[in-house]
């Protein structure tokens, strides 16, 4: 079944929303620690991790991750400069710095993994090479004597 370009562009607009309020909860709740344990660092980023592998995995489509992962980028972007009082929600300090590459590096990687439909297809035909002219599957022959 073919897909529709509108539907296609509504997927990614709808992907680059739910990226960006992910990266907003990530990016507010980043500096969380408890005690020497960088809870927010963690929890935020197995949060837009989980969010990337579940848009690439339900929509097979490279564009609607990157859509939700630019989403992430342009609000973290967006929220970490200095506000008009002043305020600034990424700091300049360690966990920022992180932060910052950590949410990038999730994007790169969630849109550069391999399809795992092309790996899938390209292992049943190496099984199928694999078996004896007659067609029965070499090794186990399932409790059965010839």
Known sequence: MRIGWISRVLSWIAAALV??????????GHSL?????PVGLIVGAV?????????RSLTHDR?????????MVGMLVLISGVGPGGSVVVQDTLSGRIWIYLVAGLVLLAVA???LSRLQVQTTTARDASSTP??????????REP
Do not use: Y
Request: net charge negative; with cysteine; aromatic share 6%.
């Open 47 to 55: 949060a837009c991790g989980a969010i990337l592998v579940a848009i």
């Open 113 to 115: 993994w391999p399809s």
């Open 134 to 143: 007659t067609g029965a599957p070499r090794g186990d022959d399932g409790g």
């Open 33 to 37: 620690m408890w005690g020497p344990v």
């Open 63 to 71: 564009g609607a991750t990157l859509a939700a992962g630019l989403g």
């Open 19 to 28: 990226g960006g309020v992910f990266g907003v909860a990530g990016t507010i």
